[in-house]
């Protein structure tokens, strides 16, 4: 299937109907579809295309990738270019300025590329190669005939991109995928200023992020929470320890994109929870020199660096290397909070013949965070909002919180002539995690807040494998594609831990002096050491049904272990433990299994269902002492993708059901339990649902405006319960069941098309926890809100470009996270109105 090159095609002249138009019927309804005719209208784009031709415009094209001199040149003469991706690959352009016609500008923007444009009679070009030293004629227009897809969305100036793998390790492009997936590309990561992957999951559809205190956060996808991250395809578990987060390399300066896939992702992270699959895919080094250079400076005398530098290392270009560097120093709007980090990336990518690539990588990331709490900020005993101050902080002055993460990687990728690959990757990662702060307690009955200390400190270490190949085969006349693999994960966890010394009793909130209390002596004595290992075997197939009909198939069978040894103390002064326990329990042969069918109804549009699900072990025992089976989640999907403008612009509408089946919950007899009354016993029969719908679209709209915008509307109730009143019940009402996002940048034309504005709107609906403690009813709330940022960028030169980033522009007060309990308090504030200014140099 012929395709143009993705970051190279224009979006302009092949354009068939208003974009709008098409995205609105497309979420709307889809019903369209069918009766479109792709060509309608088709003598429409010629016209456009000739006129653009002839006209003279102003060109402010920076020197860059050729693919992005391209792109800005297709966004200003709105005339097409088209070209195999190969021949643009490594590429970079001197760029073009002034009064030019379109011809002209073109010309100087390939010029010493080795590549030539020859104009078609409806005035769009096509690229090719010019002839070497010797030859005669010139050979032959290019057109894209490979079927690699490539997914790097660097320097494509684009908010989608033309494929992914992260599903099913098949490169698909997103209309092919029968899965709900969103690429948050290195564009829009730029443009919306999105610095940590806690800022990409609030910016990305359907997913959001709570706080639990201000360095513990939790992402959650259609409402369930992600308990596995994945780095280049290969998973590693945030579920380790209660601080979470730990192995996250948070700075996204050092990657090109975030593919995420919602629902049931089983197949390719093994044991977890059906929410999403949330893979960082790291910049690699280019074919060509290119070095950048940025800094930041904003609000609260938040500062930040970074300097990014990349190309070949040998003359003939078959060591390439690329390093990345970033610093931070951030003040913040809570009261005496700070903190200081940095990150430290290297990749190095060596060709091993013609068709063998190695891979090694190293990170290094530190951060350390001085006045900030291990918890957030109290409510009153019913639950209701004491109208605090978003700066304030109860933190002491010597409160830290300071982490450091250091991670390899190795990859080694080789490619058979018969087009198949065999991948082999590993994946290590240590972080250490030392902090000291305080937690309040809310005594219900009295109204009295008190201060107490606590100190944490662990070490962390995970190990993620991954062996596999891919390619063709060819049964029954047609071809279709296979994946074998096979992965190995290991988790060593050995944490310290103490708390409940009290720094302050019956404490003023509304006067409080962070430099009342000393340091204090915690010595650490809790402690848990837990090891965890999984294998897998798995395969997956993409079955070539008929010319429009696509069937994939998957299965994957992992065997999972986990052990721990954990001591407890029962108070801050006890020397001996209370408890001192050794668990463990074991899953074997647990088969996962995926199933998707995609039908193209047109080159535009598909029709897809697919079934997932996923695994998550659990350590309770029922009646008669034996492990309770894994929970297991089962996510059902359909839904209608359209893709216009050859790739440009991606849209879906899905709807979804998620079912998480064999919860715990504990038995009303306890009598009957074989080791009553030492231990508790339960049944593996509770039962949760998830309901709801997606729509998205991310892209370009026009060639000036990129685009990327979701809804969702996530219900999830009670279908089982130990407490039989739950049942029908809202589940996880802290959780937004509507949520909205949008994100968008716009080019101005013309004598303007320096300029360019865009932003971001998030707006979630009400969410509430409630309960009773000590007898006293409580209800804690946050109404639906909604928050908008703006952004305005100015390339000042060819090099040189400025943005602003304007953050909570109307200055919106709401929480971000809820307290689950009014003893123990965890309300977070949002961030209140900020700003930010950027300036990058590109050398």
């Given at each position: 299937?012929?395709?143009?090159?993705?970051?190279?095609?224009?979006?302009?002249s092949?354009?068939?109907?208003?974009?709008v138009?098409?995205?609105?019927?497309?979420?709307?309804?889809?019903?369209?579809?069918?009766?479109?005719?792709?060509?309608?209208?088709a003598?429409e784009?010629?016209?456009?295309?000739?006129?653009?031709?002839?006209g003279?415009?102003?060109?402010?094209?920076?020197?860059?990738?050729?693919s992005?001199a391209?792109?800005?040149?297709?966004?200003?003469?709105?005339?097409?270019?088209?070209?195999?991706?190969?021949?643009?690959?490594?590429?970079?352009?001197?760029?073009?300025?002034?009064?030019?016609?379109?011809?002209?500008?073109?010309?100087?923007?390939?010029?010493?590329?080795?590549?030539?444009?020859?104009?078609?009679?409806?005035?769009?070009?096509?690229?090719?190669?010019?002839?070497?030293?010797?030859?005669?004629?010139?050979?032959?227009?290019?057109?894209?005939?490979?079927?690699?897809?490539?997914?790097?969305?660097?320097?494509?100036?684009?908010?989608?991109?033309?494929?992914?793998?992260?599903?099913?390790?098949?490169?698909m492009?997103?209309r092919?995928?029968p899965?709900a997936?969103?690429?948050?590309?290195?564009?829009?990561?730029?443009?919306?200023?999105?610095?940590t992957?806690?800022?990409?999951?609030?910016?990305?559809?359907?997913?959001?992020?709570?706080?639990?205190g201000?360095?513990?956060?939790?992402?959650?996808?259609?409402?369930?929470?992600?308990?596995?991250?994945?780095?280049?395809?290969?998973?590693?578990?945030?579920?380790?320890?209660?601080?979470?987060?730990?192995?996250l390399?948070?700075?996204?300066a050092?990657?090109?994109?975030?593919?995420?896939?919602?629902?049931?992702?089983?197949?390719?992270?093994?044991?977890?929870?059906?929410s999403?699959?949330?893979?960082?895919?790291?910049?690699?080094?280019?074919?060509?020199?290119?070095?950048?250079?940025?800094?930041?400076?904003?609000?609260?005398?938040?500062?930040?660096?970074?300097?990014?530098?990349?190309g070949?290392?040998?003359?003939?270009?078959?060591?390439?290397g690329r390093a990345?560097?970033?610093?931070?120093?951030?003040?913040?709007?809570?009261?005496g909070?700070?903190?200081?980090?940095?990150t430290?990336?290297?990749?190095?990518?060596?060709?091993?013949?013609?068709?063998?690539?190695?891979?090694l990588?190293?990170?290094?990331?530190?951060n350390?965070?001085?006045g900030?709490?291990?918890?957030?900020?109290?409510?009153?005993?019913?639950?209701?909002?004491?109208?605090?101050?978003?700066?304030?902080s109860?933190?002491?002055?010597?409160?830290h919180w300071?982490?450091?993460?250091?991670?390899?990687?190795?990859?080694l990728?080789?490619?058979?002539?018969?087009?198949?690959?065999?991948?082999?990757?590993?994946?290590?990662?240590?972080?250490?995690?030392?902090?000291?702060?305080?937690y309040?307690?809310?005594?219900?009955?009295?109204?009295?807040?008190?201060?107490?200390?606590?100190?944490?400190?662990?070490?962390?270490?995970?190990?993620?494998?991954?062996?596999?190949?891919?390619?063709?085969?060819?049964?029954l006349?047609r071809?279709?594609e296979?994946?074998?693999?096979?992965?190995?994960r290991?988790?060593?966890?050995?944490?310290?831990?103490?708390?409940g010394?009290?720094?302050?009793g019956?404490?003023?909130?509304?006067s409080?002096?962070?430099?009342?209390?000393?340091?204090?002596?915690?010595?650490?004595?809790?402690?848990?050491?837990?090891?965890?290992?999984?294998?897998?075997?798995?395969?997956?197939?993409?079955?070539?049904?008929?010319?429009r009909l696509?069937?994939?198939?998957?299965?994957?069978?992992?065997?999972?272990?986990?052990?721990?040894?954990?001591?407890t103390?029962?108070?801050?002064?006890?020397n001996?433990?209370?408890?001192?326990?050794?668990?463990?329990?074991?899953?074997?042969n647990?088969?996962?299994?995926?199933?998707?069918?995609?039908?193209?109804?047109?080159?535009?549009?598909?029709?897809?269902?697919s079934?997932?699900?996923?695994?998550?072990?659990?350590?309770?025992l029922?009646?008669?002492?034996k492990?309770?089976d894994?929970?297991?989640?089962?996510?059902?999907?359909i839904g209608?993708k359209?893709?216009?403008f050859?790739?440009?612009?991606?849209?879906?509408?899905a709807?979804?059901?998620?079912d998480?089946?064999?919860?715990?919950?504990?038995?009303?007899?306890?009598?009957?339990?074989?080791?009553?009354?030492?231990?508790?016993?339960?049944?593996a029969?509770?039962?949760?649902?998830?309901?709801?719908?997606e729509?998205?679209?991310?892209?370009?709209?026009?060639?000036?405006?990129?685009?990327?915008?979701?809804?969702?509307v996530a219900?999830?109730?009670?279908?089982?319960?130990?407490?039989?009143?739950?049942?029908?019940?809202?589940?996880?009402?802290?959780?937004?069941?509507?949520?909205?996002?949008?994100s968008?940048?716009?080019?101005?034309p013309?004598?303007?098309?320096?300029?360019?504005?865009?932003?971001?709107?998030?707006?979630?609906?009400s969410?509430?926890?409630?309960?009773?403690?000590?007898?006293v009813?409580?209800?804690?709330?946050q109404?639906?809100?909604?928050?908008?940022?703006l952004?305005?960028g100015?390339?000042?030169t060819?090099?040189?470009?400025?943005?602003?980033?304007?953050?909570?522009?109307?200055?919106?007060?709401?929480?971000?996270a809820?307290?689950?309990?009014?003893?123990f308090?965890?309300n977070?504030?949002?961030?209140?109105?900020n700003?930010?200014?950027?300036?990058?140099?590109?050398f």
């Amino acid at each position: 299937m012929n395709k143009q090159a993705r970051g190279v095609a224009a979006h302009s002249s092949v354009w068939r109907f208003s974009p709008v138009v098409m995205a609105v019927h497309l979420l709307c309804a889809g019903a369209l579809a069918v009766a479109v005719s792709p060509a309608s209208n088709a003598a429409e784009p010629a016209a456009v295309s000739n006129t653009a031709a002839t006209g003279v415009r102003h060109y402010d094209i920076p020197a860059g990738p050729l693919s992005t001199a391209i792109n800005r040149f297709v966004a200003t003469s709105g005339v097409l270019v088209s070209a195999d991706g190969a021949l643009t690959e490594g590429k970079r352009s001197a760029g073009a300025h002034g009064q030019l016609a379109a011809q002209d500008a073109l010309a100087r923007v390939l010029a010493g590329t080795g590549l030539d444009a020859v104009r078609r009679d409806d005035g769009s070009y096509v690229l090719h190669l010019l002839p070497t030293t010797g030859q005669d004629a010139i050979l032959p227009a290019v057109q894209v005939s490979t079927n690699v897809l490539d997914g790097t969305t660097e320097g494509t100036g684009s908010y989608t991109t033309r494929a992914t793998a992260t599903a099913t390790k098949l490169q698909m492009s997103l209309r092919e995928t029968p899965q709900a997936v969103t690429v948050v590309t290195r564009e829009r990561i730029q443009d919306q200023g999105l610095a940590t992957v806690n800022d990409v999951v609030q910016n990305a559809p359907g997913l959001t992020f709570r706080r639990f205190g201000p360095e513990r956060a939790f992402f959650y996808s259609r409402g369930m929470y992600v308990d596995n991250i994945m780095y280049d395809g290969l998973p590693v578990s945030l579920d380790s320890s209660n601080l979470s987060q730990d192995m996250l390399a948070t700075d996204m300066a050092i990657y090109d994109r975030v593919e995420i896939v919602r629902g049931a992702t089983g197949l390719a992270q093994g044991a977890g929870n059906p929410s999403a699959a949330i893979n960082l895919v790291r910049k690699r080094p280019t074919k060509v020199p290119q070095v950048s250079a940025g800094v930041s400076a904003g609000s609260w005398d938040r500062y930040r660096a970074e300097l990014d530098a990349s190309g070949p290392l040998s003359e003939d270009g078959s060591l390439r290397g690329r390093a990345v560097i970033a610093a931070q120093d951030y003040g913040s709007y809570k009261r005496g909070e700070s903190s200081k980090g940095q990150t430290l990336y290297g990749i190095l990518e060596k060709d091993v013949g013609s068709s063998t690539t190695l891979t090694l990588s190293a990170l290094h990331q530190e951060n350390k965070v001085r006045g900030n709490g291990f918890t957030g900020l109290p409510v009153a005993s019913d639950g209701s909002d004491l109208g605090l101050p978003r700066s304030t902080s109860y933190a002491n002055d010597w409160e830290h919180w300071n982490k450091t993460t250091n991670s390899a990687f190795v990859g080694l990728d080789h490619r058979f002539d018969n087009d198949w690959r065999v991948n082999l990757s590993a994946y290590y990662a240590q972080a250490e995690l030392d902090m000291q702060g305080h937690y309040l307690n809310h005594v219900v009955t009295t109204g009295i807040y008190n201060q107490l200390g606590a100190r944490n400190a662990h070490q962390e270490k995970q190990t993620s494998v991954s062996l596999y190949a891919n390619g063709p085969f060819e049964l029954l006349g047609r071809k279709h594609e296979l994946v074998l693999g096979a992965s190995y994960r290991n988790i060593d966890f050995d944490g310290n831990s103490r708390q409940g010394l009290t720094l302050t009793g019956n404490l003023n909130l509304y006067s409080f002096n962070p430099g009342a209390v000393a340091n204090p002596y915690i010595p650490l004595r809790d402690w848990m050491d837990s090891k965890i290992t999984q294998q897998s075997i798995y395969a997956t197939t993409r079955l070539n049904l008929a010319d429009r009909l696509k069937l994939i198939l998957g299965g994957r069978l992992d065997w999972f272990d986990y052990k721990d040894t954990v001591n407890t103390y029962p108070n801050f002064d006890a020397n001996t433990p209370s408890v001192s326990a050794h668990n463990r329990y074991s899953v074997d042969n647990q088969l996962t299994k995926y199933a998707g069918l995609v039908y193209d109804l047109n080159d535009q549009y598909a029709l897809y269902a697919s079934y997932t699900d996923i695994f998550k072990p659990q350590n309770y025992l029922d009646a008669s002492s034996k492990l309770l089976d894994p929970v297991e989640g089962r996510n059902y999907e359909i839904g209608l993708k359209g893709e216009y403008f050859d790739g440009a612009l991606n849209a879906s509408v899905a709807v979804f059901r998620m079912d998480q089946k064999n919860r715990a919950f504990r038995s009303t007899d306890q009598t009957q339990c074989a080791s009553y009354p030492t231990v508790i016993c339960y049944s593996a029969a509770g039962e949760v649902r998830r309901e709801g719908v997606e729509f998205e679209v991310q892209g370009a709209i026009t060639p000036n405006w990129q685009v990327g915008a979701g809804y969702t509307v996530a219900i999830a109730r009670y279908r089982k319960d130990a407490n039989a009143s739950n049942v029908g019940m809202l589940f996880d009402t802290d959780t937004p069941r509507h949520l909205f996002k949008l994100s968008t940048m716009y080019r101005l034309p013309g004598d303007l098309q320096r300029w360019r504005v865009g932003g971001s709107v998030y707006r979630q609906g009400s969410i509430y926890n409630q309960g009773t403690t000590s007898g006293v009813p409580f209800r804690i709330t946050q109404s639906a809100y909604t928050v908008a940022d703006l952004v305005v960028g100015w390339q000042v030169t060819p090099k040189l470009d400025v943005r602003l980033n304007i953050n909570n522009v109307f200055d919106k007060t709401y929480y971000n996270a809820l307290s689950g309990l009014v003893n123990f308090p965890s309300n977070v504030y949002g961030e209140p109105r900020n700003a930010m200014l950027s300036a990058r140099y590109q050398f």
